[in-house]
Structure formats: C-alpha cells, structure tokens
C-alpha cells in the first residue's frame, strides 16, 4: 500500500480537534452554594422536620388565632353560667374551659403569642448589639481592657435577679420587661463572640487580609462572621427558650407583665392549684409551653448543625 493511500485512509479514520481555549479555563464542577446545601442538611432529618411543623403550627395559631377569639384576660365571662364552667376538653372545649366558663383554647394561645414575642424580642436585641460589640471588642485591645471590667461586674451578678430588680424599679408593663431582659443579657452574647473572634482573627487568611491592607470591619464581616454563623445560631437556640422561661417564671411570681397581659406564665401560677381537680387547667399550659421550648431548641441546634462548615465536608 503507498503512502498515498496511507493518508487517505488516515484522513478518512480521523480529524483534527478544534483548539478551544476558552474551553481549557472553565471548571468542570458542579455548582456549589452554601446556603442550599445548609438546608439540604437541614431537612435530611425527619425529626427535624417534625419539630419544624409543631413550631410553626404553635406560632401560627399563637399569633392568628387570638385576632379571632377576642380574648380577654380581665374579661370574667358570665360567671352565674354554671353549665359553661370547667368543662373538660371536648369537640365543643377544645381545651375545655376555666372558672369564668371562657375557652382554655383561647386563653393558652393568647398567652402563647405574650411569651413568644418576649422571647424573639429579647433574642434579636441581645444577639443583634451582642455579635456587633463582640466583633468589635475581639478586633480591639483597648475596647478589650475597658469591656472586660465591665464584663467582670455584671457576670457577677445573675442575670435573673438583675431582671427581677430592674422589673421592680420601672414597674410591670411589656416593653419594661423587655428592656429589662435585654439591657444586660447582650454582654454575655457579646463575650463569648469576642472569644470565638479571638481564636479566628489570627488565622493565615486573615494575616493575609491583613497584610494586604484590607480593613478591619472588612475582614470582620467577610472573613470571621461568615465562619461563626453555626457559633451564632447556636446561641440563639439556647437563648430563645431561656427569655421564654424568665417570662413564664417572672409571670408565675406576678412581676414583669401587667395583670391584664395573658402569659402562660400567670396562667400556670393560676391554675397552680389544679394539679390533680380538673388539671386540665394547669397541665394543659405547661403542655403547651414544654412544646414551644423543645420545638424552638431542637430546630435552632439543628440549623446550627446543618450551618457548620464542617458537615458540607
């Protein structure tokens, strides 16, 4: 065979490939996104997921419901209506009714919405002004001298008594006992963010940012709070149950909220005295309020887990 017919059958078997060079610099990777890998993490769990839907029910019927029923705390019903009072719970009395023949149904929601909105309140005040001074005290050496005493005093004092105090000193009301459950409770939030900016602040990348002459808050906002967001949340699920558990232990005791503000709180201590004769009165709360607390935890350490870098690994 010549060589002749060697290349045209060459040139019939094969061609040339194109030379693309954009080609050559694009990445064959999949696309990856944070957030959506946070949340695929998140609904893996089943559990989780069921938590999720008690929590939402529980705020949406906290928040809705009583904007229907109309209830009153002060409101004593038509007390000489003996058939309508301490009905145990039925179709009729979901929940049953009290001494004033008013509906437990009503009655728990509307001091559900009391409790949940104290407790979301006093978390986002706490965390908002807690992560900014952390971030900043963990950055500076002289904020760090001045805040560390200040830090030093009131850590010494638990923060129950100093809401319990400050309660007394501005009187009972909802805004009152929200400044008095958030004017110190930031310092420790702010604390323990200015340790975990300590450990992070030193790290190669953030030497080179550094070196680099890239601001401080740059970095802060774009290299060390990014990084913390399973730290933060982490706190906020712990955080969110306590601010509910002051409220309902500071209601129990008649301090923090006004006698006509309903609270799960003061309608445990009310019904205090039905554990055993119609307990439905007493347990039925405490039900619900062991509800909020767990569901709100378990979904809070479930978004901190599923936000920690470490697990898209």
């Given amino acids: 065979m010549t060589n002749k017919k060697i290349e045209n059958l060459t040139a019939d078997l094969f061609e040339f490939a194109k030379v693309d060079e954009l080609d050559s610099e694009r990445i064959d990777a999949p696309i990856y996104s944070y957030w959506r890998s946070v949340f695929r993490k998140f609904f893996s769990s089943k559990f989780t997921i069921l938590m999720l839907v008690i929590m939402l029910v529980i705020i949406i019927l906290s928040f809705i ?11 004593t019903g038509n007390i000489n209506d003996f058939a309508s009072r301490y009905n145990p719970p039925s179709l009729q009395y979901w929940f049953g009714t009290d001494s004033n023949g ?13 409790s949940i909105s104290i407790g979301f309140l006093a978390t986002l005040i706490t965390t908002v002004i807690g992560v900014v001074v952390g971030a900043i005290w963990g950055n500076s050496p002289h904020i760090d001298r001045f805040m560390l005493e200040i830090y030093n005093v009131v850590s010494n004092v638990p923060l129950l008594l100093i809401i319990m105090v400050l309660s007394f000193s501005f009187g009972n009301g909802f805004w009152n ?5 958030s004017v110190t409770s930031w310092l420790g939030t702010a604390y323990f963010i200015r340790v975990q900016v300590m450990i992070i602040r030193d790290r190669e990348y953030n030497l080179a940012s550094r070196t680099l002459g890239t601001r401080t808050w740059h970095i802060v906002t774009k290299n060390t709070l990014p990084f ?5 949340m982490t706190m906020v699920s712990t955080s969110l149950p306590s601010f509910i558990s002051y409220e309902v232990f500071l209601s129990f005791l008649g301090i923090g909220l006004s006698a006509d503000t309903p609270s799960l709180g003061r309608m445990i201590s009310q019904y205090s005295n039905n554990v ?8 039925i709360p405490v039900i619900v309020l062991a509800l909020i607390t767990m569901s709100l935890y378990l979904v809070g350490q479930a978004l901190a887990d599923a936000s920690d870098p470490k697990t898209h690994l």
């Fill in 65 to 75: 419901q009583p904007l229907f029923s109309g209830y009153s705390f002060m409101n």
């Fill in 102 to 114: 008013q509906s437990l149904f009503d009655a728990v929601w509307a001091g559900a919405r009391t």
């Fill in 177 to 181: 006992l929200l400044f008095a459950m």
């Fill in 228 to 232: 913390m967001v399973s730290v933060i």
């Fill in 276 to 283: 055993t004769d119609e307990a439905y009165l007493f347990w």
